[in-house]
């Protein structure tokens, strides 16, 4: 098979319902290997033991899509580390079950990476999918294509000095309008883990996700892996999606910020060292300078917990502590065995004061300075 297409799904019945028959017949447009006859893109569905429906409903409707059920919900991390151990392809797309396609998004990506031998993974411009009857269920409710880029992965993702992640076209709970400003394929830091494609050789090369992550900011992790081992990360904005976004945890959600905030620990500690060592700093300096970038993140998230807690969000204040402590147990320690070669999308900027400062003008902020380096 050259291309698997692979929802992990976890009680997002309707969401398969509705956008499945749409993500199968783009695959199907790719046509059949001539040699074999084989489809060269299959649709294959892997659910975290759903108590919805989800795959009786596979059975009944869909009997002809591939489906891994596993034993238990392991997170987006362990589950597609489960799913893709059970999967034969040359390219892996890890795709939402709350993502819409057009017809010619796969091309492009496929594309891409067949005329890219160093790239190993690359994603689509994800616009936003703006549902009309805010009060309705997923099966009965109506759905609108925009052009304005959506929160997950907009046009590509960079991390500023700090490692708080941000993109090209979003800016914390800020979106732009796609008016073409990102049209031509770029090297970014990451791509979206709703819709990206790698190859399976990279991807069990690394291992897979970081089992550890569980879900939020395992792609960015795995994307600055990729560069640390010496492969490109690229964004392919031919192919566009649709995301809802939202389906599994809302923004809202304390648990969701926990994550986040425990997560992006985790990134740092898993890539600065390996990334200071690619600057030319030897393993010990490496080390000592990701430790003093950690403990000052810390720092700044604690800053955080303050902010939330004299605005009276408790809950989020004890999620980010819980983070802090989740992290310390969760921790391996700085190593210098990742490989050195210099990522592309690590930015200067300190996103947060710059997006308060400059607001609306923050993206044109970021792409001079993208420009300028």
Not at 83 to 91: G, H, I
Not at 217 to 245: F, N, T
Request: net charge neutral; aromatic share 10%; glycine share 10%.
């Amino acid at each position: 098979m050259k291309t698997a297409v692979v929802i992990l799904n976890w009680n997002t019945r309707e969401f398969l319902r509705r956008w499945l028959p749409g993500l199968i017949e783009s695959c199907k447009a790719l046509g059949t290997d001539p040699e074999t006859g084989e489809d060269l893109a299959e649709v294959v569905v892997a659910d975290s033991a759903s108590t919805d429906g989800s795959m009786e409903m596979m059975a009944e409707e869909f009997p002809g899509v591939r489906t891994i059920p596993l034993d238990a919900n392991y997170g987006f991390t362990g589950g597609y580390n489960k799913a893709l151990a059970e999967v034969d392809a040359e390219y892996f797309v890890l795709i939402n079950s709350d993502i819409e396609v057009g017809q010619d998004w796969l091309g492009p990506l496929v594309e891409w990476m067949d005329t890219h031998p160093d790239c190993g993974v690359c994603g689509p411009k994800l616009h936003a999918l703006d549902c009309l009857d805010k009060d309705a269920t997923a099966a009965g409710a109506r759905f609108s294509r925009t052009d304005r880029f959506e929160y997950a992965g907009a046009a590509g993702g960079l991390i500023d000095r700090f490692g708080y992640p941000f993109c090209r076209g979003r800016v914390l709970g800020r979106t732009e309008m796609d008016e073409g400003q990102y049209d031509s394929p770029a090297d970014v830091l990451w791509t979206s883990g709703a819709c990206m494609m790698t190859r399976s050789s990279l991807w069990r090369g690394l291992g897979g996700l970081d089992d550890r992550f569980f879900a939020h900011m395992e792609e960015i992790d795995y994307c600055w892996r990729a560069q640390l081992a010496g492969w490109k990360v690229s964004v392919v904005p031919a192919s566009v999606v649709w995301h809802l976004g939202g389906g599994t945890l809302p923004q809202t959600s304390p648990f969701k910020l926990k994550l986040n905030f425990r997560n992006g620990l985790m990134l740092l500690e898993n890539n600065l060292p390996g990334t200071f060592m690619a600057g030319g700093l030897s393993g010990k300096k490496a080390i000592a300078k990701a430790r003093r970038r950690i403990r000052f993140r810390k720092f700044l998230d604690l800053g955080s917990a303050l902010v939330y807690l004299l605005g009276g969000k408790k809950d989020f204040a004890a999620a980010v502590l819980q983070a802090h402590r989740e992290y310390d147990g969760l921790s391996k320690g700085l190593r210098t065995d990742a490989g050195t070669h210099m990522p592309s999308g690590l930015s200067g900027i300190c996103i947060i004061p710059q997006a308060a400062l400059r607001k609306e003008k923050i993206f044109k902020y970021i792409r001079e300075h993208e420009n300028r380096h």
